[in-house]
């Protein structure tokens, strides 16, 4: 077996299954996402590793465990529409896309955004569409959505993401006072006015910036 598949087996049993991710539509497209394609070529070698990596513009890849984590909190099915804040790398958007019917995700900087968006091509992850733009104001265009993730930490739950939540719909999204330690919330939406929030656990994730979130200039 070479490096790679290796690796990617020890993610997998050691930093999923070991920890608890049950899902198997998670489990599966963690397997079959090739982690390698989304990071710099020069940490391909640690692309499954259990950690973060840095993929520019001061962002991150997150660690495997916190994106199987909040896609199987998403409790996605093959129908879903879904919302994503924070595209980065592509990489947790690939994920979502093959599980859910489609997926729109929203990314402030340029450069990740195309970088993304060829890289998605590439992998032929035809369903998801990356977007441009200020992902605090959600993307009304395609709303409601079942599931929306926001992969960077918000001060606070911003107000478009809740209004484009189908009823039913599930949001997961990072909240704290420190603009880089949060604690990983779970939103839901009952009805057209009724909402539960749950708290799941310390997360760690680089702020949302933006008109609802920390602004500009963070
Ligand atoms: N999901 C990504 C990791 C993203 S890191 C992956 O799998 O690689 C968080 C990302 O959120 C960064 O790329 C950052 O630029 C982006 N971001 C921060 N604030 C944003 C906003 N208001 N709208 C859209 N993207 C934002």
């Known amino acids: 077996m070479d490096r790679i598949s290796s690796a990617r087996e020890t993610m997998i049993r050691d930093h999923l299954k070991a920890r608890g991710i049950r899902d198997p539509a998670v489990l599966r497209a963690m397997e079959e996402v090739p982690r390698e394609e989304f990071v710099p070529e020069e940490l391909v070698e640690f692309a499954y590793g259990d950690y973060p990596l840095a993929i520019g513009e001061g962002q991150t890849i997150s660690q495997p465990y916190i994106v199987a984590l909040m896609a199987e909190l998403l ?124 708290d799941m656990c310390a997360v760690q994730f680089v702020p949302l910036i933006g008109e609802d979130g920390w602004g500009d200039d963070l």
């Open 75 to 198: 409790e996605l099915g093959p129908e879903d529409r879904v919302l994503e804040i924070g595209t980065g790398s592509g990489y947790s958007a690939a994920i979502l896309g093959r599980i859910a019917r489609e997926v729109f995700t929203v990314e402030h900087y340029a450069t990740l955004a195309q970088g993304a968006a060829s890289r998605l091509r590439r992998l032929n992850c035809g369903n998801v569409t990356v977007l441009l733009g200020d992902g605090t104001r959600g993307w009304q265009e395609f709303a409601p959505y079942q599931a929306i993730q926001v992969t960077a930490g918000a001060p606070h739950v911003p107000k478009a993401l809740r209004e484009q939540l189908a009823t039913g719909g599930r949001l997961v999204i990072p909240v704290g006072h420190h603009p880089r330690m949060q604690s990983l919330e779970r939103i839901l939406r009952i009805g057209e006015n009724e909402f539960r929030r749950e």
